[in-house]
T-cell receptor, first 112, second 112 residues
Framework: SQQGEEDPQALSIQEGENATMNCSYK?????LQWYRQNSGRGLVHLIL?????REKHSGRLRVTLDTSKKSSSLLITASRAADTASYFC????????????FGKGTLLTVNP | EPEVTQTPSHQVTQMGQEVILRCVPI?????FYWYRQILGQKVEFLVS????????KSEIFDDQFSVERPDGSNFTLKIRSTKLEDSAMYFC??????????FGSGTRLTVV
């Protein structure tokens, strides 16, 4: 798999349910970030977790990072129809330029 | 909250024409980037810019592409002779000292 590979590719749930998306990567990282993209729109930064952190919360979002398994998960609790979007993880592998490597994303559909 | 502003939001151009995509970065950010996303694919790194020069570029960023900050504020991406395969969403992004990225809302480039 490629750096920043998410699964599942698509997830459909009912409003009020929790949504979990996973991301795996191959190289060592400085930090990992999650982004949201509504169809055809811009990227919205959701949360950043550093390599020395294991879990982070922001509102209804919970991100975990397991550097030994090179994986991360994004949990959205009590989902709403407005959460329908594509979610991408992106890894920052450090270096002097801090460029991001994105995964292919998970398309989340929350049905009302 | 500070924003990265991109113009135009949508540009249609004929193959072989030159296009300039514009970005107004967040004023106190030091690192600037261009990424692109071909429809249905992952977001890909094109180029990073720091201290008024290119700090890294990807294989995609060939001689047809160039970037500059012509007036010290705007950050532009120029494609000299567009090809059909250049059709994509182009995102400008800036990064602060704490690794926080802010993406613009993108320019959708359609080459016909």
């Amino acid at each position: 798999s490629q750096q920043g590979e998410e699964d599942p590719q698509a997830l459909s749930i009912q409003e009020g349910e929790n949504a979990t998306m996973n991301c795996s990567y191959k190289t060592s990282i400085n930090n990992l970030q999650w982004y949201r993209q509504n169809s055809g729109r811009g990227l919205v930064h959701l949360i950043l977790i550093r390599s020395n952190e294991r879990e982070k919360h922001s509102g209804r979002l919970r991100v975990t990072l397991d550097t030994s398994k090179k994986s991360s998960s994004l949990l959205i609790t009590a989902s709403r129809a407005a959460d329908t979007a594509s979610y991408f993880c992106a890894t920052d592998s450090g270096g002097s330029n801090y460029k991001l490597t994105f995964g292919k994303g998970t398309l989340l559909t929350v049905n009302p | 909250e500070p924003e990265v502003t991109q113009t135009p939001s949508h540009q249609v151009t004929q193959m072989g024409q030159e296009v300039i995509l514009r970005c107004v970065p967040i004023s106190n950010h030091l690192y600037f980037y261009w990424y692109r996303q071909i429809l249905g694919q992952k977001v890909e790194f094109l180029v990073s810019f720091y201290n008024n020069e290119i700090s890294e570029k990807s294989e995609i960023f060939d001689d047809q592409f160039s970037v500059e900050r012509p007036d010290g504020s705007n950050f532009t991406l120029k494609i000299r002779s567009t090809k059909l395969e250049d059709s994509a969403m182009y995102f400008c992004a800036t990064r602060d000292r704490n690794y926080g990225y802010t993406f613009g809302s993108g320019t959708r480039l359609t080459v016909v």
